[in-house]
């Protein structure tokens, strides 16, 4: 039966910094070094994916603030239409007819 050895998030990290340094594939340097190819991939993708700066978000210097309430108010019976654009092709459509 095989045995599973449980490693911390630093010693994934250590494990992690000797394959880069190895330069072999990760596949041969799990196989050498008696690591789980899938643990090891697993433990990879979250590391990194911890190192990454969380995203700044920049208010747009044109953004403004819409008050719905005086739009139905000022004109019953006409709608209205607003288009926000979120971003990377992201937009959220209100509408009232």
Same mark, same amino acid.
């Given at each position: 039966?095989?045995?599973?050895?449980?490693?911390?998030?630093?010693?994934?990290?250590?494990?992690?910094?000797?394959?880069?340094?190895?330069?072999?594939?990760?596949?041969?340097? $799990? /196989? /050498?070094?008696?690591?789980?190819?899938?643990?090891? $991939?697993?433990?990879?993708?979250?590391?990194?994916?911890?190192?990454?700066?969380?995203?700044?978000?920049?208010?747009?210097?044109?953004?403004?603030?819409?008050?719905?309430?005086?739009?139905?108010?000022?004109?019953?019976?006409?709608?209205?239409?607003?288009?926000?654009?979120?971003?990377?092709?992201? /937009?959220?459509?209100?509408?009232?007819?």
């Amino acid at each position: 039966m095989k045995q599973y050895t449980r490693r911390t998030p630093q010693q994934w990290q250590v494990i992690i910094d000797q394959w880069h340094d190895s330069g072999l594939s990760a596949s041969r340097f $799990c /196989e /050498e070094m008696a690591v789980g190819y899938a643990s090891f $991939c697993n433990w990879r993708k979250r590391l990194a994916a911890e190192r990454l700066p969380a995203p700044q978000y920049k208010r747009p210097e044109d953004a403004t603030f819409i008050d719905l309430g005086t739009l139905s108010a000022s004109s019953p019976g006409s709608g209205w239409s607003i288009v926000l654009s979120l971003g990377e092709g992201i /937009e959220l459509r209100l509408s009232r007819p």
